[in-house]
């Protein structure tokens, strides 16, 4: 499985993914279903008003049409009226051109009934009414023309005024009963649009909460992604550390058993020297310089016994003699050794902890351990600088702990020193703790210095941290683990 696929199992929750799809697609066919219903409801809305403006046009059209009716029906009866009294034929020409328009109005009022067969029928009796009150109008005008005003008589006029009442309380009935079923229809056609209206709006309101839905959906999508893609990067760069500490781990492991296999040798080799020197001393005269070289001899080959065992020490294959300090001390009987290192222009300054927690270490080690580093910070501070020694005491939650993969949570002591001096590049920093890596030239150094000292570190269940920038000097924090009150003095075996 690779690191990708790792992360996703980890932090993508189980059907998430597909959830938020399944989430979206049904989002989606509802904002289809609900824009079709939008535009389902809009269109009967517009067809309601339309029907309404249609029921509202008709019932003007009958009234108008039953209006003209009327008119032309009194407009008939007044001019032939007015023949009759004065024998004008001009008032002939107005009653015939009436005459003749109303049996057409009387046609197109029948038409619009034509699908209301119970107005249609009522309006249909108006046509032999309508035909019998012209003919009896003609009937007193053929009268008149021949033998005067004398032979009108009151009994004809009132009849064919009796049958024109009739026929307009027909048409008012006829156009009251439209305007009765005019409104019944217009209240139903109000009463649609008005549930269409209602439809629409709730179709408006349903349609932003499912896009509001859809958008939540998508930005819980979106975030979902976003911290995914954060913890698959976090992951890679974890990934990328622990490869480069495994990478290291295992090149400081083949160094260690290869110096411990040339220590071994070496230190076996040593010891028949030293004895060997030890019997010669014996048997030597008077000879003080003969002495003099056996001496400086025997001090090099036990100076060369005491480097065997600080790389037996790195390479953990030798036991540590450890014992109840406090770094404090440590510190202050270190400086003797310390001060004959540097010269007139680096300061050292000394920020040590008021009552430091008591640390299990070996003492020798220790000691070679700050040794080791003020040399480094000497050979950095060429032209001077400031050399400061801090104790304090620090207790690491899980939290702190976790980023100091060899440190387990819990209480320590740290032992810093720091430097002005001109720092170290990513480069040169990464492989500071590697034996026998060294920058200084000509032979100055083993390269064995903070390969010591971390070697010192790991076997006394501590850790080691460097900081370290170009031009603005170093700093190196030794943790170690605070000692147990009852802890004795011991031997802390090797790993072998």
């Keep these: 499985m690779s690191v990708a696929d790792a992360s996703r199992s980890r932090h993508e929750p189980p059907f998430g993914g597909l959830r938020h799809r399944w989430g979206r697609r049904i989002a989606l066919w509802l904002a289809i279903l609900l824009v079709g219903g939008l535009f389902g409801a809009t269109y009967y809305q517009i067809h309601g008003l339309a029907a309404a403006d249609g029921i509202v046009q008709h019932v003007r059209d009958v009234r108008g049409e039953a209006e003209h009716l009327l008119s032309l029906l009194g407009r008939a009866e007044d001019n032939q009226e007015g ?40 309006v249909d009796q108006l046509r032999p009414m309508l035909s019998d009150r012209i003919d009896r109008l003609e ?15 009151r009994p004809g006029i009132d009849e064919g005024r009796a049958l024109t009442d009739k026929m307009r309380e027909t048409i008012v009935g006829v156009v009251a009963t439209e305007s009765d079923s005019a409104r ?15 439809i629409l709006f709730a179709g408006i309101l349903a349609s932003a909460m499912v896009i509001l839905w859809a958008f939540h959906l998508t930005q819980k999508e979106v975030d979902r992604r976003q911290r995914s893609e954060a913890m698959l990067l976090q992951d890679l760069a974890a990934s990328r550390v622990a490869e480069s500490q495994l990478a290291r781990a295992q ?17 076996n080799l040593l010891a028949i020297v030293v004895s060997g020197l030890s019997q010669l001393e014996k048997r030597m005269g008077a000879d003080g310089k003969a002495e003099e070289l056996m001496s400086v001899c025997m001090r090099a080959s036990l100076q060369g016994s005491a480097l065997i065992d600080r790389l037996l020490a790195f390479s953990r294959r ?16 270190t400086l003797g050794l310390l001060q004959p290192i540097f010269g007139v222009g680096i300061e050292i300054q000394l920020r040590l902890a008021e009552d430091p927690w008591p640390v299990l270490v070996d003492p020798v080690q220790a000691e070679s351990a700050l040794v080791n580093l003020a040399i480094n910070a000497r050979d950095a501070m060429t032209d001077g600088g400031q050399l400061t020694i801090e104790t304090a005491n620090m207790s690491l939650s899980a939290g702190e702990a976790a980023g100091k993969p060899s440190l387990a ?16 590049t990513p480069e040169v920093l990464g492989r500071a703790f590697e034996p026998f890596f060294t920058t200084k030239v000509g032979g100055r150094s083993s390269g064995l210095g903070l390969s010591m000292v971390l070697g010192f570190a790991r076997q006394s269940r501590g850790h080691v941290e460097i900081r370290s920038e170009p031009k603005r000097g170093t700093v190196v924090d030794i943790y170690l683990p605070r000692a147990d009150s009852a802890s004795p003095r011991a031997a802390l075996p090797s790993d072998q």
């Design 318 to 333: 030798r036991s540590l003699e450890l014992e109840r300090i406090n770094v404090n001390e440590l510190v202050s009987s």
């Design 251 to 267: 090149r400081m492991e083949t160094v260690a058993q290869l110096t411990s296999g040339m220590a071994h040798d070496v230190n």
């Design 83 to 122: 023949y009759l009294i004065t024998g004008d034929p001009t008032y002939l020409d107005a009653y015939r051109a009436a005459a003749t328009e109303a049996p057409q109005s009387l046609q197109q009022l029948s038409q619009l009934f034509g699908d209301n067969p119970s107005q249609w029928r009522r």
């Design 184 to 198: 019944s229809r217009l209240s139903n056609a109000r009463a649609y649009v008005q549930n269409s209206a209602l």
């Design 409 to 424: 949570p819990g209480d320590y002591v740290t032992l810093s020193m720091s430097d002005t001096g001109t720092g170290m």
């Design 139 to 153: 009937a007193l005008i053929v009268a008149r023309q021949g033998r005067g005003l004398s032979a009108i008589v």
